[in-house]
């Protein structure tokens, strides 16, 4: 099990920017009202955003940077590492980091770059960025970005794909003091190769999303509550001990059955993907942004589980009690 154990991470801020244009898919021509009406019911997405043909996930990322770094007040001398998470860079190289790092005239001795990952990669980076932030010294700071535009991966006449995902991008900014022994995460980092088809564009002429709903429903179902039982074994607490589980935004069927098996109370699973639909990497801290205001006087420590391409699986139990989630909806 790739379990791991961290001391003195906490995320500080976390600003997620989302297109302007809506999408309804109530209102959604290419399903019949009987589809649009079953979709709705089944998936719970009634809304998604989507980017505009010239923006890329680069132009989401610094707006979330900048917007974060103004309210934080961080000198740009002062971020030791920056991490893209995304499935979607414009070009193959340089990096989407490294990009940012001239875009944003950061120091030279900012550490930069990219993780190509999907719906788990929000937990995947912020187990690199905790675990980088500890070898770094007494204190440091690093900037995680998470999100993609899915919509340009997507045939727009798929019935099964287009009214599920939608773009988003999220700035995460963390901070690291060794002399806080209070602050304690434990991650579960897991991949089950065999659903590598479940969700994937395949080599070839077809340059799109092809998603396979029946297996991702499967493993979901099957890996997450496992993942996330084996994550609280390990930190030596129990299903109750969490405030909250904040799960990837996959579909409403998938995190109602999750969340029965776990039998955790409604309570503490929020859910943003009736207004938003299923974000990727962004849908984690995008959904705790949404509740944050409601919920912050009495959550700390927190569950997140990110699951999908490839097929991947990851859950951490962490404090989280940042300064400000702020969301940006009108890029």
Known sequence: MAFSKHHGSEIVGMVTVLPATVEDNLSLELLSKEEREALVNHTGIRFRRIASQDTTIRDLFE??????????????????????????????????????????????????????????????????????????GNTARAILCCGDISTQLIDKNDKSVRPIFSDAATAIAVEYNKDNKSLISYFNLQSEGSGQHAIEIPSGNCQTMQLNGIDVFGYSVKLVPQNIQQLLDFSSHSIVYPDLFAFHQANKLINESIKRKLEIPDEKVPYSISEFGNTASASIPLTLSLVWDDCKKHSNQIVVAGFGVGFSVASALLPFQPKFCDIVQDY
């Open 63 to 136: 707006t979330a940077i900048s917007r974060l770094l103004k309210k934080l007040d961080w000198d740009l001398d002062q971020i030791d590492v920056l991490i893209c998470v995304t499935q979607t860079p414009t070009m193959v190289i340089p990096s989407v980091a490294n990009r940012l790092h001239g875009d944003l005239k950061l120091s030279s001795n900012t550490m930069c770059f990219d993780m190509i990952s999907g719906c788990s990669g929000f937990v995947y980076g912020l187990n690199s960025v905790y675990s980088i932030l500890s070898g770094l």
